[in-house]
């Protein structure tokens, strides 16, 4: 789940306040929602370095730092990785950016869009 903004949108769910929501994933919320058919496809795409190998799977992430942001949930990684995902965590998705380009890491996690 993003900052502050995307949490002042749950708790608007939490209490029936709201019925419509961009860019969260029924997976990120264990809340009693009813969530509709998405209207936009939502997905995940893994980032990598120029200087780095590119992955052909996720299992060739295992073991390997993998920019995320904080907070936020990635359940395919998580199942697919297991214990060899290993987190490093950014404030946002353009700070993830910044570290692949400054050569800081060489994997991140985006969304598609």
């Not at 264990?30 to 992955?55: C, H, N, Y």
């Not at 073991?63 to 990684?77: C, D, M, N, R, S």
């Not at 998705?93 to 060489?106: H, T």
Request: hydrophobic share 40%; with cysteine.
């Amino acid at each position: 789940m993003a900052p502050s903004t995307e949490r002042t949108r749950l708790a608007a769910l939490e209490r029936g306040q709201g019925d419509l929501v961009c860019a969260m994933l029924p997976e990120w919320f264990a809340g009693p929602f009813d969530w509709s058919q998405p209207m936009l496809p939502e997905g995940e795409v893994i980032l990598t370095a120029a200087r780095a190998k590119r992955p052909s799977s996720l299992a060739d992430l295992r073991g390997l730092t993998i920019g995320t942001v904080h907070g936020f949930v990635y359940p395919e990684l998580e199942q697919a990785l297991g214990s060899g995902f290993v987190r490093e965590d950014a404030p946002n998705a353009a700070a993830n950016l910044r570290k692949l380009n400054q050569g800081r890491m060489d994997y991140a996690v985006s969304n598609q869009r």
